[in-house]
C-alpha cells in the first residue's frame, strides 16, 4: 500500500520488516541539479534503495504490489484491492475515477480526492470520520481554501500537539503532522519560527524512519520553493522521482520551477509527462495555462482553464487563473465577474487576489497590482506570499519608501524567502545611495569612484529626454529614477525576478537599473552608456505611452530604433539567412522567443527583427503609426484589434506585408544576391562529371535518410520531446568541392559585375596574394562598400589603408562608419579624435573624446585625452570634470591635483556672465 496511507492501514509486522531493512541499506549520494542537467527530466533512474526494496525475496505478493504502488512501478497486475486503486488514481490526479467515492476505500483517500476537486465542505464532512492527523490536516486544508482561517487554525490544534508530546515513530503520521504545522504556520503568522522545526522534523521522517518514504520530501521541496530556494527544490524533487516517476506534484513543481525562471520547454516537458500520466491532468492544463498568461497570451490560456473548470468547477487554483486571464485581458467586468465566482466559493479567502495582483505585477500594471495584493494581504495578514510580492513589486515601480517597509515587514514574518532577503538588503543599500536631480530624472549611486561617471551624465540625460519624447510624442507623468550599480552582483539582485533581462540595464517602467561600464573583476563590460540609456528609457515612454501594454516585441523594436545605430552585419546576414529558410517569427512566436529562446539565437533574432518589422512600418504606415498604435493599446485593444484599428490591416495581412517588404530590403543590403554561389557553384559541378556523379549521389542518400525516419514514425506513438521533422532536420546535403579559377571569377563578374559576393570574392583572392590590402585596391573596397553597405570591412580596409597613407584625413568618414556601430570598444572614437584634433576641428575632437569617455569613463589616459582637447576647446569646466576624475582614478599622482588647481585658478580668472 502507498504510504501516503501505510501508517493506518498497513501491517504492522510489514512496517517493522521494512524498516529494519531500510536501516542495512546505504544510500547513494543524490543526483543534484546542476549545469547541463534537464530541470525536467526525460528519464529518471530508479533509487537503488528502491530497487534493492523491490527485489526482496522475504515479501509477500500483498507487500510486494503495495511497495510497486507506492514507489509508481505498479501495473494492473498489481491493484489487488479497492485502497490500492484509488492510491492509484489519487497519485494521478483521475479525480473522476469511480473508486475514489468506493466505501471500502480508506475515508482519508476519498476525503483527499475531495479537496483536490475544490469540494472542501464534502472534504470536511468525509475527514471528520477519522481522528487520524491526515484527516485532520485534509480538513484544516479545506477550512483554509474556504477563508475560514481561524476554523482551520482551531483543527490543527491537536496534530500539533501531538508532534509537540508524542515522538512519532511513523513516516507517514510524522510527514503527516509537519503538513498541519505548515498549516498553522500560514493562517497564524509563524512561518519564520515553524520552517527550521518542519524541516527537521521532515529529515527525520525521510533519513531515520523510512528512507524509501518519498513524500516527505515532497513537502521539503515545497517549503524551499515557498523560500524561493529553486535550486535546492529542483534537486530534491529530483531525488522524489528516483523513488517515484509517477509523482504528479513532482513533475507539476518542476513545472512551476520552469515557470519561475522563464523555462517553457522545460514548461511543456514537465506538461507532456503529466499527460503520461493522464492525458486529462488537470495540474497539466493548470501548468500551461499560468504559462500562457506569463507569456501574455491570455487568450490561449482560456482553453486550458476551461478545460479543467468544465469538470471540476470547484477547483481554486483554476479559478484564480481565470480571474487573471481577465485581468490582462484588460476586461474589468470579466474579471470582477470571475472574482465573484470564486468568492461564492471561497468567500473569505486571500488566493484569488494574490494571483491576480502577481499577474498583474508581471505585467507592469502596478496600480492594479497593488490594489488586489493589498486586498490578498488585508484577507490574510498572516500569510508572507502576497507581501513578498507587493514590496518586490514596489521596488520595481520605484516606491522604494512602499517596498522598504513591506519588505521589513516580511523579514519579521518570514526571514528565510531569498528573493525577499536579497531585495531588502539592496533597498537598505540604496538609501546610503547618494543622489543628483536633473529635470527629467533621479539618478542614484554608490558613493565613490563612481561619482566620475555621474558627473558626465545630467546634460546627456536631458538631451535623450528630448530626443525620445520628441519621436514618440509622449512624455512621463513623473520623473525616471535611474539606479547606478557599482558592480554586476547588485544590478543582478536589483533586476532579480524580472524576466526580459539579460544585459547590463533594464528598465522597470520608471525606474531604469544601469551596471556602470567598466570591465574587470565584478563588472560585465564597457559599453555606450548614452546608447544603452536611450534604449532603456525609450521602454520608460513607450510603456508609460500604454499604461504597460505594449506587446514586447514592439516595446524592443523602438528601443532598438531609438539607438541610432546601422544594422550590424551579423545581423544583417541572420535575418537574410531566416527570411530565405522561412523561419522569421510570426507575431505569436516573437513576443516569447525574448523571453525563453527555442535556440541560441533566437533571442537576438527576436530583438533584430522586431526592429527590422518596425522600419517596415514606418515606411508603409508613416512614422505616426506607432504612436496610433500606442494609442490602442492604452485602451486596453489586444495586438489583433489594435493593429487592425490603428494600421487598417489584420496582424496576418501585416505580416506577408513585412515579408514581400523585407525581400526588397534584403536586396538594398547586398545580401541573397541572385544568383547564389551556392548555384553558380552548381553550374560548375554539372560540368565536372566526377562531381556531378557525387551529387545526385548525394542529393538520393537525402532522400532516402528523409523517407527512412518518416517510415518508422508511422504507427508509433507520441512521446515526449519527439517533434515533427522540419526541413531544418533534414540531412545536409553534402556537395562535393570544385574549384572556382580566376578564369571563372572573371566570366562571372563580366555577367554578373554589380554582384557583391563575386566583388568579395575577387578583394580576397587580390588581398591574398598581394599579402593584404593597398591603396591599388582601393576602387574595389568602394566598390562593394557601396554593393553591400552593411559589411563593414571595406571600411576597415580604406582606413588602415588611409591612416597608413600621406593623407591620413581621408580615413575619418570610414573611422566614423565604424565608430557609429561600435558599442563597446573606444578605440575609433580615440583615433578619431587625435585626427580632428590634428586637423584643427577642436569641436568634433572633444565630441569624439567625450564618446570615448561615454563608453569607457574609468580610463585614465581616455580622461587625460579629453581633459586636454577641452582646454584646447576653451572648455574648461569639461577640463575641471576630467581632472577632477583624474585625481579619483590616479590619487598617487599628484600632477592632477596641481593641474586641477591651475584649472580652477583659470576659471576664477574668466570674466562672469
Known amino acids: 500500500m502507498a504510504k501516503a496511507a501505510f501508517g493506518t492501514y498497513a501491517n504492522d509486522m510489514v512496517q517493522s520488516r521494512f524498516r529494519g531493512l531500510l536501516v542495512c541499506l546505504s544510500l547513494l549520494v543524490f543526483t543534484s541539479w546542476a549545469a547541463g542537467q534537464a530541470l525536467v527530466p526525460e528519464t529518471v533512474p530508479q533509487h537503488e534503495a528502491v530497487a534493492r526494496a523491490l527485489e526482496a525475496e522475504w515479501l509477500t505478493d500483498e507487500e510486494r504490489a503495495e511497495l510497486r504502488v507506492f514507489h509508481g512501478v505498479g501495473d494492473e497486475r498489481d491493484l489487488i484491492n479497492p485502497t490500492l486503486k484509488a492510491i492509484t488514481a489519487l497519485n494521478a490526479w483521475r479525480l473522476d475515477d469511480p473508486i475514489l467515492d468506493d466505501e471500502d476505500v480508506p475515508v482519508e483517500l476519498r476525503a483527499e480526492a475531495r479537496l483536490r476537486r475544490g469540494e472542501l465542505q464534502a472534504a470536511i464532512d468525509l ?154 491532468h488537470p495540474l497539466a492544463d493548470v501548468l500551461v495555462a499560468e504559462m500562457r498568461l506569463i507569456q501574455d497570451d491570455p ?237 532603456e528609457y525609450t521602454h520608460t515612454v513607450t510603456l508609460a505611452q500604454t499604461n504597460n501594454r505594449i506587446p514586447h516585441w514592439l516595446t524592443e523594436a523602438a528601443a532598438v530604433e531609438m539607438e541610432f545605430k546601422p544594422r550590424d552585419y551579423p545581423t544583417a546576414q541572420m535575418l537574410a539567412r531566416s527570411l530565405e529558410q522561412g523561419t522569421l517569427f510570426n507575431l505569436d512566436a516573437i513576443k516569447w522567443a525574448f523571453v525563453r529562446p527555442e535556440q541560441p539565437q533566437d533571442r537576438s533574432k527576436a530583438y533584430a527583427q522586431g526592429h527590422w518589422m518596425l522600419e517596415f512600418m514606418n515606411e508603409r504606415f508613416g512614422s505616426s503609426a506607432v504612436i496610433r498604435l500606442f494609442e490602442r493599446y492604452f485602451k486596453g485593444e489586444r495586438e489583433a484589434a489594435a493593429m487592425r484599428n490603428a494600421l487598417g490591416v489584420s496582424r496576418e495581412d501585416f505580416f506577408r506585408e513585412f515579408l514581400e517588404w523585407a525581400e526588397a530590403d534584403v536586396q538594398s543590403w547586398g545580401l541573397l544576391a541572385e544568383p547564389s554561389m551556392t548555384s553558380l557553384m552548381d553550374e560548375l559541378r554539372a560540368k565536372d562529371p566526377d562531381a556531378a556523379v557525387q551529387l545526385a549521389a548525394s542529393q538520393q542518400a537525402r532522400l532516402e535518410a528523409i523517407a527512412r525516419v518518416l517510415t518508422d514514425q508511422i504507427g508509433q506513438p507520441k512521446t515526449r520531446g519527439r517533434r515533427a521533422l522540419k526541413a531544418e532536420d533534414w540531412p545536409e546535403l553534402r556537395r562535393p568541392p570544385v574549384e572556382v579559377t580566376d578564369e571563372t571569377l572573371e566570366a562571372w563578374l563580366e555577367d554578373y559585375p554589380d554582384h557583391p559576393d563575386l566583388v568579395e570574392l575577387k578583394i580576397r583572392r587580390m588581398m591574398q596574394s598581394e599579402g593584404g590590402a593597398n591603396a591599388s585596391m582601393i576602387p574595389l573596397f568602394e566598390r562593394y562598400a557601396e554593393l553591400r553597405p552593411v559589411d563593414p570591412m571595406p571600411h576597415q580596409r580604406l582606413a588602415q589603408i588611409y591612416l597608413d597613407s600621406n593623407d591620413p584625413e581621408r580615413a575619418i568618414p570610414h573611422l566614423e562608419a565604424l565608430d557609429v556601430r561600435e558599442d563597446h570598444s573606444p578605440v575609433y572614437a580615440v583615433e578619431l579624435a587625435r585626427l580632428y584634433r590634428e586637423k584643427g576641428d577642436h569641436d568634433r575632437a572633444l565630441e569624439k573624446a567625450t564618446r570615448a569617455l561615454e563608453i569607457n569613463p574609468y580610463h585614465a589616459a581616455n580622461r587625460e585625452r579629453a581633459a586636454a582637447i577641452a582646454l584646447q576647446s576653451q572648455r574648461l569646466d569639461l577640463a575641471h570634470q576630467h581632472i577632477r576624475a583624474l585625481t579619483k582614478l590616479e590619487p598617487d599622482r599628484p600632477r592632477h591635483a596641481q593641474r586641477l588647481e591651475a584649472v580652477e585658478r583659470l576659471m576664477q580668472a574668466e570674466p562672469r556672465e
Open 299 to 535: 487568450e490561449s490560456s482560456q482553453e486550458h482553464i476551461e478545460a479543467v473548470l468544465n469538470r471540476w468547477p470547484e477547483l481554486r487554483r483554476a479559478r484564480a487563473l481565470d480571474a487573471a486571464m481577465h485581468a490582462l485581458m484588460y476586461d474589468d467586468e470579466a474579471l470582477q465577474a470571475a472574482i465573484d465566482r470564486y468568492e461564492a466559493l471561497s468567500p473569505g479567502s486571500a488566493e484569488v487576489y494574490y494571483v491576480v495582483g502577481r499577474h498583474l505585477s508581471f505585467n507592469r500594471q502596478y496600480d492594479a497590482a497593488a490594489e488586489m495584493l493589498e486586498e490578498a494581504i488585508r484577507r490574510q495578514p498572516n500569510w508572507p506570499a502576497p507581501q513578498i510580492e507587493q514590496g518586490l513589486m514596489e521596488l520595481q515601480s520605484g516606491r522604494d519608501a512602499v517596498a522598504l517597509r513591506i519588505l521589513r515587514d516580511v523579514r519579521e514574518l518570514d526571514p528565510f524567502n531569498t528573493r525577499a532577503t536579497n531585495s531588502l538588503q539592496l533597498l537598505e543599500d540604496l538609501a546610503d545611495y547618494h543622489r543628483l536631480e536633473t529635470e527629467h530624472f533621479i539618478v542614484r549611486y554608490s558613493p565613490g569612484i563612481d561619482e566620475i561617471m555621474v558627473e558626465m551624465m545630467p546634460e546627456r540625460l536631458e538631451e535623450i529626454h528630448e530626443t525620445v519624447t520628441r519621436r514618440f510624442q509622449f512624455e512621463p507623468d513623473r520623473k525616471t529614477v535611474v539606479e547606478l550599480m557599482p558592480n554586476h552582483e547588485r544590478f543582478a539582485v536589483r533586476i532579480t525576478g524580472m524576466p526580459f533581462i539579460h544585459t547590463i540595464a533594464a528598465c522597470t517602467g520608471p525606474v531604469i537599473a544601469m551596471e556602470v561600464p567598466r570591465s574587470g573583476s565584478g563588472h560585465t563590460t564597457t559599453y555606450d552608456w548614452p546608447r544603452v540609456f536611450q534604449h
Open 127 to 280: 475527514a471528520a470520520q477519522s481522528d487520524s492527523i491526515r484527516a485532520a490536516r485534509i480538513r484544516a486544508e479545506a477550512h483554509e481554501e474556504l477563508g475560514q482561517f481561524e476554523r482551520a487554525g482551531e483543527v490543527v490544534l491537536e496534530p500539533v500537539r501531538r508532534l509537540q508530546r508524542e515522538q512519532l515513530e511513523e513516516a507517514d503520521e510524522l510527514t503527516e503532522g509537519v503538513r498541519a504545522l505548515r498549516v498553522r504556520a500560514r493562517v497564524e503568522g509563524q512561518p519564520a519560527r515553524d520552517f527550521q522545526t518542519m524541516m527537521g522534523l521532515l529529515a527525520r521522517s525521510h533519513q531515520q524512519l523510512d528512507r524509501l518514504y518519498w513524500p516527505a520530501r515532497l513537502i521539503e521541496a515545497e517549503l524551499l520553493l515557498e523560500k524561493d530556494e529553486t535550486q535546492e527544490a529542483a534537486q530534491v524533487l529530483h531525488e522524489v522521482l528516483s523513488f517515484n516517476p509517477r509523482s504528479s506534484e513532482a513533475w507539476y513543481l518542476l513545472g512551476r520551477i520552469a515557470l519561475q525562471i522563464f523555462d517553457f520547454n522545460s514548461v511543456i516537458a514537465a506538461e507532456e509527462t503529466l499527460r503520461l500520466l493522464n492525458p486529462r
